[in-house]
């Protein structure tokens, strides 16, 4: 078994670590008695350990899983905010959770941490293997580890759980899934059982999953979480509560190392506003992706005192800085007209960050017609407004 590695093999891996994995195959067919190929393996995962997985990656003994498992972990920083809304929901006097689909083990290591048991389970042999393995080298004594698969387990169950939490796969036959009910096990065919065993259920859900449809399939929706790491969203959470028939709340967080922005609103709030439209200003703000995921775009005008720039166009304007607006800010210099001499003359350099938003011409078509060069501090940015469109020299201020 590769949780069987010996200590002298661990710190080869540890010391060998910014090595090419690659090149250390081709050049030897084992290391200490062990197959090359395993040991590249874990010094690759190493790698995307040490951001992905930083209290992994600095705790000694840890083994890494094969390469497809290690991507679909959740990382830390979304594990550890997952932790935090089940303990603002939940307090921290509850006794069980049951993980159905444990896989790596990072959100059952951040659950055991909460709950006084915790429930891991899958149904590869290897992973629970690797997943109790690192669960006793990170102290998680509380953690119970199952080879099963969700169904069976529920089905078994005798004692009830505070909270279940599942991961469904969204990978099936070689293809991304993005429905959840494409997605493995299928969790609209899980939840009535689930509510049999458990008061409340987390779900863990693409990314690209339509929320509202999420709202309408699943039971008891308390909350709906949109989880971007450093504008980039990466986890979409519905939390459920048995008996729970009013309207969720929904979150959009960006999660920015040790800051984060945070918008909640309901989408009968978002629905029921007249956003107030107008030409650029002195400011441009452009919303982080958790908000843009979210579909909380008339609401900003509102709650920032922006106007937004067109329907279409998912860009805010102000005449005074708004320095706690969730997203990109910029400070507009001149607009511009599409005249490669004239754009030669306030980008000096030939380079420009070019931004296209609601506008006939993609990146590249601009860059091409503009003759600019990706690069340097200034900003292009092209977006249609109201009456027209926009294209203005730009400095990203945050």
């Not at 008061?199 to 039971?219: C, E, N, Y």
């Amino acid at each position: 078994m590769i949780t069987e590695l010996s200590l002298e093999i661990l710190k080869f891996i540890r010391d060998h670590e910014n090595e090419d994995e690659k090149a250390l195959v081709l050049r030897q067919r084992s290391i200490l008695g062990v197959p090359s190929r395993v040991i590249a393996e874990q010094i690759a995962a190493r790698k995307k350990a040490k951001t992905k997985l930083p209290t992994w990656y600095e705790t000694q003994g840890i083994i890494f899983p094969p390469a497809l498992n290690f991507e679909q972990t959740s990382s830390e920083i979304t594990a550890r905010y997952k932790y935090e809304i089940l303990k603002n929901i939940l307090g921290s006097s509850v006794n069980s959770a049951v993980d159905l689909t444990g896989g790596f083990g990072t959100d059952t290591y951040f659950l055991s941490r909460l709950f006084s048991k915790v429930d891991y389970l899958d149904s590869d042999e290897k992973l629970v293997e690797i997943a109790r393995h690192n669960h006793r080298t990170l102290n998680a004594g509380n953690i119970s580890h199952h080879q099963d698969v969700a169904e069976n387990f529920l089905k078994a169950m005798n004692a009830s759980a505070d909270l279940i939490f599942i991961d469904p796969s969204r990978r099936k036959i070689n293809r991304k899934a993005i429905t959840l009910s494409d997605s493995e096990p299928n969790i609209l065919d899980l939840q009535s059982q689930i509510f049999l065993k458990a008061k409340h259920l987390l779900i863990k859900a693409s990314p690209l999953l339509d929320i509202t449809l999420g709202i309408r399939q699943l039971l008891f929706v308390r909350d709906v979480f949109v989880v971007a790491v450093n504008n980039e969203v990466k986890e979409l959470l519905f939390f459920s509560e048995k008996g729970f028939s009013a309207e969720p709340l929904i979150h959009a967080v960006n999660l920015l190392g040790d800051a984060r922005e945070e918008l909640g609103f309901l989408s009968s709030e978002e629905a029921s506003i007249d956003a107030v439209f107008g030409d650029p200003q002195a400011w441009l703000y452009e919303p982080n992706a958790a908000i843009l995921k979210a579909g909380a775009f008339k609401l900003l005008t509102h709650k920032f005192h922006v106007f937004k720039i067109h329907p279409s166009t998912h860009l805010y304007t102000s005449e005074s800085l708004i320095d706690n607006f969730p997203g990109r800010t910029f400070k507009l210099r001149s607009p511009l007209k599409l005249d490669a001499k004239v754009l030669a003359k306030v980008f000096p350099n030939g380079k420009a960050n070019i931004i296209t938003r609601n506008y006939p011409l993609s990146v590249d078509e601009l860059k091409k017609k503009s003759k600019l060069k990706d690069g340097g501090h200034l900003y292009l940015l092209a977006f249609s407004g109201v009456a027209k469109r926009h294209l203005y020299q730009a400095v990203r201020i945050k």
